[in-house]
């Protein structure tokens, strides 16, 4: 872990004081937060964890029938990162984490 990668889980706990809605979207979101790149886009003053609920809460109304919707997990967990603009598949620049020798034979 870096110093970044410490600030945008400081970051995404101290939003969930007093909002245990948003614990699910905090948890996800420190499982995924092992490079800077990530936790950049974590940290973004424009994004919060309660701007990502409002977005997942939209798409839900859209979808309602009956008043309910359902978000599957995947599906619910792609939306956090589409939110964020968290690519999962993209190269990132090694943070001090193990290096594979065999990247350089």
Known sequence: ???KTD???VRVTEECQN???LI????YLTSICTTDAIAEKILDEGKTLKGCFENMKNIAKKRAVGGCAYIPNDEGFSMIRDYYGIDLNEKH????AVIDILDYL
């Open 7 to 9: 600030q945008a889980i």
């Open 19 to 21: 909002a245990e809605h």
């Open 1 to 3: 872990m870096s110093i």
């Open 93 to 96: 620049e090694d943070n001090g």
């Open 24 to 27: 699910p979207f905090e948890e």
